[in-house]
């Protein structure tokens, strides 16, 4: 891991670069330019998280700051107009970029932290698409009984 420790820059710059990739052209622009995090609170978080997973890859794995960086990522990935797969690609890149950067046995506990983290991710993922779907779930039945009162009020037979 020290190979990949040193390069930790070189592959988090990277690893950014083919995140904000997936979006598309002019938002992966702003994404990548705009370092305010007022005016851009998605690629700001993306930054922060990126740099938080790498260094526990790279480092103790604490599964707690894992765990608080993936939420903040998927988190948005979740609610963007991404395939599952595509949300969740950018924990994948990560072990392409170290491959660009650095080869030898380190890469085989790297590959299997990287594994783990896509799993944490996994989960997280459908955990907000759940809270999505139980949202718009708590939206429609209360749409209908708005209207079944409305309905009422008017008269109208149910």
């Given at each position: 891991?020290?190979?990949?420790?040193?390069?930790?820059?070189?592959?988090?710059?990277?690893?950014?670069?083919?995140?904000?990739?997936s979006?598309?052209?002019?938002?992966?622009?702003?994404?990548?330019?705009?370092?305010?995090?007022f005016?851009?609170?998605?690629?700001?978080?993306?930054?922060?998280?990126?740099?938080?997973?790498l260094?526990?890859?790279?480092?103790?794995?604490?599964?707690?700051?894992?765990?608080?960086?993936?939420?903040?990522?998927v988190?948005?990935?979740?609610?963007?107009?991404?395939?599952?797969?595509?949300?969740?690609?950018?924990?994948?890149?990560?072990?392409?970029?170290?491959?660009?950067?650095?080869?030898?046995?380190e890469?085989?506990?790297?590959?299997?932290?990287?594994?783990?983290?896509?799993?944490?991710?996994?989960?997280?993922?459908?955990?907000?698409?759940?809270?999505?779907?139980?949202?718009k779930?708590?939206?429609?039945?209360?749409?209908?009984?708005?209207?079944?009162?409305?309905?009422?009020?008017?008269?109208?037979?149910?």
């Amino acid at each position: 891991m020290e190979a990949l420790a040193r390069r930790r820059d070189a592959i988090l710059e990277r690893w950014f670069e083919r995140t904000v990739q997936s979006y598309p052209g002019e938002t992966s622009l702003f994404l990548r330019n705009d370092k305010d995090p007022f005016r851009n609170p998605v690629g700001h978080t993306l930054r922060e998280g990126l740099a938080i997973l790498l260094d526990e890859v790279l480092g103790k794995m604490e599964v707690s700051r894992i765990h608080a960086a993936l939420e903040a990522i998927v988190r948005l990935r979740a609610v963007e107009d991404f395939t599952p797969g595509q949300a969740l690609a950018f924990v994948f890149q990560l072990k392409r970029v170290a491959r660009q950067e650095a080869a030898g046995g380190e890469l085989e506990l790297f590959d299997s932290r990287v594994d783990e983290m896509a799993l944490l991710a996994f989960d997280l993922y459908m955990k907000c698409r759940e809270k999505l779907y139980e949202i718009k779930a708590d939206e429609a039945r209360r749409r209908v009984y708005l209207l079944e009162r409305a309905s009422l009020k008017r008269g109208d037979r149910p």
